[in-house]
Structures are given as structure tokens and as C-alpha cells.
T-cell receptor, first 114, second 114 residues
Framework: AQSVTQPDIHITVSEGASLELRCNYS??????LFWYVQSPGQGLQLLLK??????LVQGIKGFEAEFKRSQSSFNLRKPSVHWSDAAEYFC????????????FGKGTRLHILP | GAGVSQTPSNKVTEKGKYVELRCDPI?????LYWYRQSLGQGPEFLIY????????DSGLPNDRFFAVRPEGSVSTLKIQRTERGDSAVYLC????????????FGPGTRLTVT
């Protein structure tokens, strides 16, 4: 069964600094990979997804993620964070070509220092 | 267009009572998912519908939980004999099917069992 690990429960960065949130997955092949963001009181919003092809994926709000098969990782990055990026970020995996559940990590809460 | 809507947004109930949570998916989406998010955790899969039928209910924790989608659109999650451990945010998502996994989430229903 697939699983997702987000090793950092909390991350604090200064506004304007770069960001990297880590995600590792466990699955026998290449899964579909997702990053979602959840702001306080808001629903989950899809930031970006990887299905196949180019391993560097661009998303909304200036985020990108890189799929590294050798490391079973899909880390999320942003070159310069804004105070509005403070939120909970979830990495998730899905089985390709199946309308099926996706499995979420436990999340990383991002705090931004002014 | 309208996104996924969930009602009520908040529900407080006493231990032992019965509750129903409603999900209105995006119009035309054939796949519908229920997830449960406990405090400090990522969403956990409960059940997935394709049309009117439950394609995967492996995430339902026990037989107190049941969900229906009688006309292939609106879904209701039903919890009998609620327990304090059922307190969580219940999330609904829908997708247009086709294996893309592009799930769109509603804002959730926060259930508190006292």
C-alpha cells in the first residue's frame, strides 16, 4: 500500500526567504503526486500535481516541486515566501489511472516571520 | 461555477446521537470522496463513490459509519451512536473521473461530539 511521509511537522522561515518542504512516498511504481495547501478555516487547495513527464512541476502561487524517483521524494519549493503562504501543506499520493482515494501525509505547518 | 459544498459547516452533538453530514459535489462530477481529518493529522480516506455505488468503503472505521449517494450527486455521511472520538473535520471531494485524481475539496464539516 502506498504511504507518505512528511518529516517536518513545523517549519518557520522569514518572509522573503526560500522554502523547501520535504515529502517522501512509498509505492511500488511511480505514483501520482500532489501538494495541497490548507489555510485556517479553508478547504484544501491543489497547488500542483505530477503524473508523468518533466520531473519539475510548476504550480500556483509561485510553488514548484521536483519528483526524484531515486529518492522517492517530491519536495515542494518556493524561492521567496510571502506572509500569506503561512498555512498547512499536505503531500499526497494516488495510484495512476484509477479514480481512487489519495493518501495524505500528516502535513507540515509553515510559519512566516515578518 | 460552484465548488463542492458541505452542510452544516459545524455540528455539535451529544455522545450517542445520530448525525448526518451532507455533500454537494461539483455538477457533473461522477466520483465523490469522503475523508476525515483529525486535529494535527492529514485527511484520511473513508469512502469513495463512482456514480451511485460505493466503489471503495475500506476506510470506514466501523459499522456506525455509513454513506449514501442515491442519485449519483448529493451524498450523505451518516454516523450512528456518535462517540467523542468521532470529533473531526469531515471533508468531501469530487472529481470528474477518468483517472486524473483531480479532486476538488469542500470546506468541510466540523463535528464535535460532547
Amino acid at each position: 500500500a502506498q504511504s507518505v511521509t512528511q518529516p517536518d511537522i513545523h517549519i518557520t522561515v522569514s518572509e522573503g526567504a526560500s522554502l523547501e518542504l520535504r515529502c517522501n512516498y512509498s509505492y511500488g511504481a511511480t505514483p501520482y503526486l500532489f501538494w495541497y495547501v490548507q489555510s485556517p478555516g479553508q478547504g484544501l487547495q491543489l497547488l500542483l500535481k505530477y503524473f508523468s513527464g518533466d520531473t519539475l512541476v510548476q504550480g500556483i502561487k509561485g510553488f514548484e516541486a521536483e519528483f526524484k524517483r531515486s529518492q522517492s521524494s517530491f519536495n515542494l519549493r518556493k524561492p521567496s515566501v510571502h506572509w500569506s503562504d503561512a498555512a498547512e501543506y499536505f503531500c499526497a499520493v494516488g495510484i495512476p489511472n484509477r479514480d481512487d482515494k489519495i493518501i495524505f501525509g500528516k502535513g507540515t505547518r509553515l510559519h512566516i516571520l515578518p | 461555477g460552484a465548488g463542492v459544498s458541505q452542510t452544516p459547516s459545524n455540528k455539535v452533538t451529544e455522545k450517542g446521537k445520530y448525525v448526518e453530514l451532507r455533500c454537494d459535489p461539483i455538477s457533473g462530477h461522477t466520483a465523490l470522496y469522503w475523508y476525515r481529518q483529525s486535529l494535527g493529522q492529514g485527511p484520511e480516506f473513508l469512502i469513495y463513490f463512482q456514480g451511485t455505488g460505493a466503489a471503495d468503503d475500506s476506510g470506514l472505521p466501523n459499522d456506525r459509519f455509513f454513506a449514501v449517494r442515491p442519485e449519483g450527486s448529493v451524498s450523505t455521511l451518516k454516523i450512528q451512536r456518535t462517540e467523542r472520538g468521532d470529533s473531526a473535520v469531515y471533508l468531501c471531494a469530487s472529481s470528474a473521473a477518468g483517472g486524473s485524481h483531480e479532486q476538488y475539496f469542500g470546506p468541510g464539516t466540523r463535528l464535535t461530539v460532547t
